[in-house]
């Protein structure tokens, strides 16, 4: 006997079972979508009933396959998906037809700078060097979508890294941008786990100016750090005019629904350097960037 014989798998493996299930004689009782493996079954999948089975694979799909490319952290980009990138601007400008079609092409033209800072900072971050188990942090991550999300898994493709899109099914058409590594592209149904996986390996994040899903993610991540729930992080927000302008965060200090420390929690930059220089100094009295 062998240590081989003891080890050796008992049971065929499911992707067997399933081919063979496609070869199956057709029958009345065979083509029934009663007699079809559970697993492969989507519209027993889909039933209403089954959604915590869907939950359970939305969070194991992307976990799975980033614990196998070795993705140990990364840095988290959110931001608006309408501002362009600078050479643009002036163009939806002058395709402008109305004052206010202007006059908001004009707004986000303003912001345009941002798209080059978010690709910036992406190429640092993507440079970060692999530790020597092979672990890969700082792994640039973005929602998948275009502007702030392309610019930043543009920057990591600039400098030959591979980076992730989380996209999310949504009733208008849409795609991933085109400098998501195809390995790395993931789709959810779910918003709820979506967010969950932009922060479980998230080491340090950047926001950018944008609107009700930036907020959302921004604030669900603040709520998070502020409760004890999830240990703090670089929390970067660059455009400090374009934030205190559409939220009064001392007010809120003021007004006592947070403390004053809790504006401790936002780092405010402008450029990618100013933002890299603060994860430096954050984790320089952190613990060490180790795998597991």
Do not use: C
């Given at each position: 006997m062998t240590k081989k014989d003891i080890e050796e798998r008992k049971f065929r493996p499911?992707?067997?079972?399933?081919?063979?299930?496609?070869?199956?004689?057709?029958?009345?009782?065979?083509?029934?979508?009663?007699?079809?493996?559970?697993?492969?079954?989507?519209?027993?999948?889909?039933?209403?009933?089954?959604?915590?089975?869907?939950?359970q694979l939305e969070l194991l799909k992307p976990q799975l396959l980033m614990d196998e490319a070795q993705i140990e952290s990364t840095f988290v980009f959110y931001g608006s998906a309408r501002i362009p990138e600078p050479?643009?601007?002036?163009a939806r400008i002058?395709?402008?037809?109305?004052?206010?079609?202007?006059?908001?092409?004009?707004?986000?033209?303003?912001?345009?700078?941002?798209?080059?800072?978010?690709?910036?900072?992406?190429?640092?971050?993507?440079?970060?060097p692999v530790n020597a188990e092979g672990c890969r942090h700082f792994v640039v991550c973005s929602g998948g979508g275009p502007s702030i999300m392309e610019a930043a898994n543009r920057g990591a493709q600039?400098?030959?890294?591979?980076t992730i899109g989380m996209n999310i099914v949504l009733p208008h058409e849409q795609a991933p941008n085109r400098f998501v590594t195809p390995?790395?592209?993931?789709q959810f149904h779910y918003?709820?786990?979506?967010?969950?996986?932009?922060?479980?390996?998230?080491?340090?994040?950047?926001?950018?100016?944008?609107?009700?899903?930036?907020?959302?993610?921004?604030?669900?991540?603040?709520?998070?750090?502020?409760?004890?729930k999830m240990k703090p992080i670089p929390i970067l927000?660059?455009?400090?005019?374009?934030?205190?302008?559409?939220?009064?965060?001392e007010a809120l200090a003021d007004e006592g629904v947070i403390a004053h420390s809790d504006l401790n929690l936002?780092?405010?930059?402008?450029?990618?350097?100013?933002?890299?220089?603060?994860?430096?100094?954050?984790y320089e009295d952190s613990e060490s960037l180790a795998c597991g």
């Open positions: 499911a992707r067997e079972e399933a081919d063979d299930a496609k070869k199956q004689v057709g029958t009345p009782q065979t083509q029934s979508a009663a007699y079809r493996l559970a697993f492969q079954d989507s519209e027993f999948l889909l039933r209403e009933d089954l959604r915590p089975v869907r939950f050479d643009q601007a002036q002058d395709a402008a037809t109305t004052p206010e079609q202007k006059r908001i092409a004009e707004n986000l033209g303003a912001k345009a700078r941002y798209y080059e800072e978010a690709r910036k900072l992406a190429r640092i971050a993507a440079q970060y600039d400098v030959g890294q591979t390995e790395l592209s993931f918003f709820a786990l979506r967010k969950m996986h932009f922060l479980l390996r998230a080491r340090a994040l950047a926001v950018f100016p944008g609107g009700f899903g930036t907020f959302d993610e921004m604030f669900e991540l603040l709520t998070l750090i502020q409760t004890g927000l660059f455009g400090k005019d374009f934030w205190n302008r559409v939220v009064d965060f936002l780092t405010w930059v402008e450029t990618a350097e100013d933002a890299w220089t603060a994860v430096q100094a954050f």
